[in-house]
């Protein structure tokens, strides 16, 4: 999916809402686990009743590595059963050295290697440039660097001062000349709104990840405020708000709901926006 | 494997050698392709020609997620074939917010999950202390920490001044702060060996991985010049120039040579320091 297809996804479905699948097989409803994958089943569910409220969904590869075989096996199903109509996003957080990002660029956006067929993936940026570039050689595919983190160690590194900048200023100043923003997406933590402006100032165009709205304590109507541009240029995820607001048999209706408000406050900041 | 056991094994085969399971399907004899797995075959020739010169195998997960489920099925056998005496550890550069994290922990150390049961994995440091912490709550397991890393890329934020410091120092400062040496390793480039006195500066008792020696260009007589302490402190990893030492059916006596060779010139290093 490229720059301009969300774009329209965006616009078609006045929302810019990613769907976190962040699926812990101890999470899910017990009668799931008559099925013969149930955590492929979960996310099944939660897709057939969510997707036209998202414009992405965001497997958290983590979830699916603790199990092993089986759950890579749930993970390549998931990647196959998003719909087209969203971008396939894979949380994974990699980065390594080139012949071995290239490796990694294989696993998630090469379908004859491994199976799935990823549009993105998140990648680290401690080992620079050569950590992004080999996911980049895969046309058409997205590179979501981390830049600001919602979490409470984020503050360890990335807010040093490098003269009168902090870090994680100078990784988006740094990656802004690896790719374009066709190609290259950036994480920034919700918790952080007053950040933003800093953000917008260096990459006033590009698409922002906003991981941390819901369970991580961000505020839509925050980050809206100083993250939205005149393209929306933002993608907001809610895992466990909407994956888990029931942990009964109705789970998949009770993640339609939160979906749907999120939808409909995003509709109406698209549209003070003027974007819609 | 803890430390006192790393380093009685050190001692025992005088050798400091990681040999880095970087096995690529497209790299490896020809006649390995009749057997089920050929690269766990390749594995485990490679293995067992070497485990008397080594003290650790690091398999590198990229180039096992590349091949889908039956790299993972490569990857969890090879783990189970590394023997005792051998540091298994896992180069995956993982690092993500607490929960995710843990889930990263199950992946790789619980082998009940997952089926595997490494004994220490490689972690990036970019967004901080929760990135760390699940992987130590396992008890004995070790975290080998990105510090400074061999690769071109490393100089675009690795070196950057945060006052009169690289980030590579405060890096391993805030390290220090998470936990003792006996659960923490770094992992510092052997292309620029400069900076070892910086860094035994900082850590003087830490194990150091050091993973560029060989096809990445590194000097196995400088790294161990500075970096060497009074229990050796050392890991250093070849992967290419001993694996793939010959593409032929004589890989795996080829690829003894190898190790070999490093062995003998780490046991008059060691030597040479009194710590055999």
Not at 80 to 102: E, F, H, M, V, W
Not at 133 to 152: A, I, M
Not at 171 to 190: F, K, L, S, T
Request: aromatic fraction near 10%.
């Amino acid at each position: 999916m490229n720059r301009q297809q969300l774009i329209e996804q965006i616009k078609k479905k006045k929302s810019f809402l990613c769907i976190g699948l962040d699926t812990d097989i101890e999470l899910i409803p017990r009668f799931l686990l008559d099925f013969p994958d149930p955590v492929l089943e979960f996310n099944k569910r939660i897709i057939d009743s969510t997707y036209d409220l998202c414009v992405a969904y965001k497997p958290n590869s983590a979830f699916y590595e603790s199990r092993g075989i089986a759950g890579w096996q749930s993970l390549i199903q998931t990647s196959q059963y998003i719909p087209a109509g969203c971008l396939r996003l894979i949380d994974a957080k990699r980065g390594d050295i080139g012949n071995t990002s290239a490796m990694y660029a294989k696993a998630f956006f090469d379908e004859k290697s491994s199976g799935m067929n990823f549009d993105a993936i998140t990648v680290a940026p401690y080992m620079g440039i050569e950590s992004v570039k080999p996911f980049l050689e895969f046309e058409g595919k997205w590179v979501v660097l981390l830049v600001l983190t919602s979490n409470e160690g984020g503050k360890d590194f990335q807010f040093l001062k490098i003269g009168d900048q902090c870090l994680f200023e100078r990784v988006i100043e740094a990656a802004n000349g690896w790719a374009g923003n066709d190609r290259m997406m950036y994480v920034v933590g919700a918790t952080r709104s007053e950040e933003f402006k800093a953000i917008r100032k260096l990459a006033p165009d590009h698409f922002l990840l906003v991981p941390g709205v819901g369970a991580q304590g961000g505020s839509l109507q925050e980050v809206s405020r100083y993250g939205l541009n005149k393209e929306c240029g933002l993608l907001v995820n809610s895992s466990r708000g909407i994956i888990y607001a029931s942990k009964e048999n109705d789970f998949a209706e009770r993640a339609r709901e939160e979906a749907l408000k999120l939808q409909q406050e995003m509709s109406i900041l698209l549209e003070e926006k003027g974007i819609i």
